[in-house]
Each structure stands twice: as structure tokens, then as C-alpha cells.
């Protein structure tokens, strides 16, 4: 392992997981050992598609020479949610048998340091360090300029949870906002009586968030087609959840006409089930996204009928492969074999999985075959 996690660690923030570096230790362009993926456990929720995708992946790249690679992904928060990304990016190093760390964010207490300028400090640091490919969870236009130094500098950098299109990056690795959005709408309005009638979306309309709004217009399209009225409540992060929850209180009360279902397209969205009980309505089926805990308790409660979970773990899984890919098949050659997640010329949709209330401990289960329990 090289010193690069260690001064990180030291000067950036806390490493959460460090890969093994066998194949550095292989001379470069000499054939060495196979990639050995030990196989994933078979489950309702197994993403099938994704699965085989990898292993072509690996095949391909088990033709060719070992390539020593150092890598290192860097993610924006450390909670439940990017937790199983840390897990998945971890265990697709150690596979791969490549240097790299995984790391996360950092003490803010004093300097007065901004999250957005650590992270674009990480990335400059890795350019210095020698890494060869850069997983990142930016926060948007304002690592660009970092990412395009990168880039620029002969460093292969792929985005994930969150992109910046106006960059160079290579790929983005998440999820089809528009699409989750689809579908947990989708899932709502199977639930509901025929129109008229309003269905609540607790989003956002504001565009400075641009993946939120992708996912709330994902929703709102779906469910104005389907014939009902769509009304979006804000989802108000900043503020205290007594404010949201009594926004969403005010926005049920005041519908017209009636509010049929609620459809939430963030992981705060078990608030729905406390405004509709605010409001007197707790008959309102609603649809939830994500697997905040708090979700599942008001699954467990019936309170809300299902939630649509991104593949987070996923996410974390994809971009070693994809840094290992482009460096040893080339951007192009990586792309056509990564063609059946492809979303347009440069989106690797991870897709999304339905879970109903009865599909709790399920989905639990399968979390767990991967080792990443939310």
C-alpha cells in the first residue's frame, strides 16, 4: 500500500476501507493472474443484468495484461446511504487487487473550510499522488474545474450518485432520475381509485438540484399522464422536519381536488406518513424512496405501502471496474461492454429496486448476501 491514504487520512478526512495492491506488485504488461469474482448469492432482488454486465467486463479484461492501477473513490457523507457505496467500492478494489482507498468526508469545525473545497483539494491530491483514476460523489458545477484538471492531467475520473455533465469526466454511474421517479409513481397510481383526483409529490420544483428535480418531474409526468393532478410539495432539507411535515399537512388540506396518494422521491420521505396523519388522512396510500429506517418502520405499520430503493452498493461496485476497464480496454472498449446499463453516450444507469411493505425482511436478506445492510 502506498502513503497516499495515510497523508489523506491525515489531511483530508476519514478513510473508511483500503484495497489490496497485488497487482501492483505484477510488471507492468506481463500476464498475471485472473480477476477471481467470487459469485453473488441468488435473490428476487439480484440485479441480473448488472450482475452479467460486470462479468463480461471481467472476461474482457482477463484477455488482455495485468495493469497495476491506484485508485481512490471519494465520497461526500459517510451516513447509511453512502456507507453501502463505501462497501461496494471496497470490495470491488480488493478484487481487482488494485491500491486505492475509499474516502470520506472531513471534521468542518474549524478552518472554515467549505465540503466542496475539500473535495476539490481530494482531487487535485490524487492528480499529485499519481492516482490513475478518480471515483467521485461531487456536489455539482463546482467541482468541475477540479475534475477537468484531472482530466486534462491524464487521470481517468467517473462520477457517481451525483454528476456534472459541464465536466470532462468519462461516465456518470447512477441513477436514471427521470426513470426512478417513473417508477415510483408508477407504483403509487396502481394503488389508487380512477381519476379526477390529486396525487401529492413530496419533491422539489426548484432546478438548482438538478437530479431532484429530475426525479420530481419524473413523477409528475407519469402521474399527469395517468390523468390525475400532480401537486408538489416542497421537501425541505434545511429546516427543521416539523416545517415539512406541517407543509405537507397544509398542501393535502388545501387540494383541490382531493389528495388520492402521495408519491416521495427522496430518502426523507417517510415525512409523508406524518403530514397525512397531521392532516387527518391516514387512509392516503403512499410510496416512499429509499430505506431510511424510518421508512421501514412506517412500512412495518402499513402506514406506507412500498419504497423504491436506489442500488447504492451498486453504484460503489461499478466504479473500480469502470476505472480498471478504461484503463485496460480504453474508454470506448468499456462503453460498448457496459452498452446494456448505457442511458445515452455517457450515463450507466444502476437502475432501482420495488420493495412493497410485505418485502421487508426479503430485501433485507438480500442486502445482507452483499453485505450491505442499510
Keep these: 500500500m502506498t502513503t497516499i491514504g495515510r497523508c489523506w487520512m491525515a489531511a483530508f478526512g476519514l478513510m473508511v476501507a483500503t484495497a489490496a495492491c497485488g497487482s501492483s506488485d505484477a510488471p507492468e504488461g506481463t500476464k498475471g493472474g485472473r480477476i477471481e469474482r467470487p459469485p453473488t448469492p441468488e435473490n428476487e432482488f439480484t440485479p441480473r443484468e448488472l450482475e452479467a454486465t460486470v462479468d463480461n467486463l471481467i472476461a474482457k479484461v482477463n484477455e488482455g495484461t495485468v495493469e497495476p492501477m491506484q485508485m481512490v473513490v471519494l465520497l461526500k457523507n459517510l451516513n447509511p446511504f453512502f456507507t453501502s457505496i463505501a462497501t461496494g467500492a471496497s470490495r470491488a478494489m480488493s478484487e481487482l487487487e488494485v491500491s486505492g482507498n475509499v474516502l470520506g468526508p472531513v471534521d468542518q469545525s474549524t478552518g472554515g473550510t467549505t465540503s466542496q473545497e475539500i473535495q476539490n483539494q ?58 426512478a421517479g417513473a417508477a415510483a409513481a408508477q407504483t403509487l397510481l396502481a394503488m389508487l381509485p380512477p381519476p379526477p383526483g390529486t396525487v401529492l409529490i413530496h419533491g422539489t420544483a426548484g432546478t438548482d438540484w438538478v437530479d431532484g428535480f429530475k426525479r420530481t418531474e419524473g413523477a409528475r409526468e407519469a402521474i399527469e399522464k395517468a390523468g390525475y393532478k400532480p401537486l408538489v ?50 387512509e392516503i396510500p403512499i410510496v416512499a424512496f429509499d430505506f431510511d429506517p424510518r421508512t421501514v418502520e412506517f412500512m412495518r405499520q402499513g ?60 430485501y433485507n436478506d438480500f442486502l445482507d448476501t452483499i453485505g450491505a445492510v442499510q
Excluded at 407543509?247 to 383541490?256: E, G
Excluded at 406518513?273 to 392532516?279: L, N, S
Aim: net charge negative; glycine share 10%; charged share 25%.
Design 122 to 179: 481530494q482531487i487535485a491530491q490524487a492528480v499529485t499522488d499519481g492516482i490513475d483514476g478518480i471515483g467521485v460523489s461531487p456536489y455539482g458545477d463546482v467541482n468541475a474545474a477540479a475534475i477537468d484538471d484531472a482530466v486534462e492531467q491524464g487521470v481517468h475520473v467517473v462520477t457517481l450518485d451525483g454528476d456534472v455533465p459541464t465536466s470532462k469526466r468519462s461516465l456518470y454511474v447512477g441513477t436514471n432520475n427521470e426513470s
Design 233 to 282: 410539495s416542497e421537501a425541505f432539507y434545511e429546516l427543521e422536519e416539523g416545517f415539512d411535515v406541517e407543509w405537507i399537512r397544509s398542501r393535502i388540506a388545501a387540494a383541490d381536488p382531493p389528495v388520492l396518494g402521495i408519491v416521495g422521491v427522496f430518502d426523507i420521505s417517510y415525512r409523508c406518513a406524518m403530514g397525512a396523519d397531521a392532516a387527518r388522512r391516514p
Design 303 to 362: 402506514r406506507i405501502k412500498a419504497t423504491v430503493i436506489q442500488r447504492q452498493y451498486y453504484q460503489g461496485y461499478l466504479v473500480p471496474y469502470i476505472l480498471y476497464g478504461i484503463k485496460t480496454l480504453g474508454l470506448d472498449g468499456t462503453k460498448e461492454i457496459l452498452a446494456p446499463l448505457m442511458e445515452g453516450d455517457s450515463t450507466v444507469d444502476t437502475g432501482t429496486d420495488t420493495v412493497p411493505a410485505d418485502k421487508i425482511d426479503a
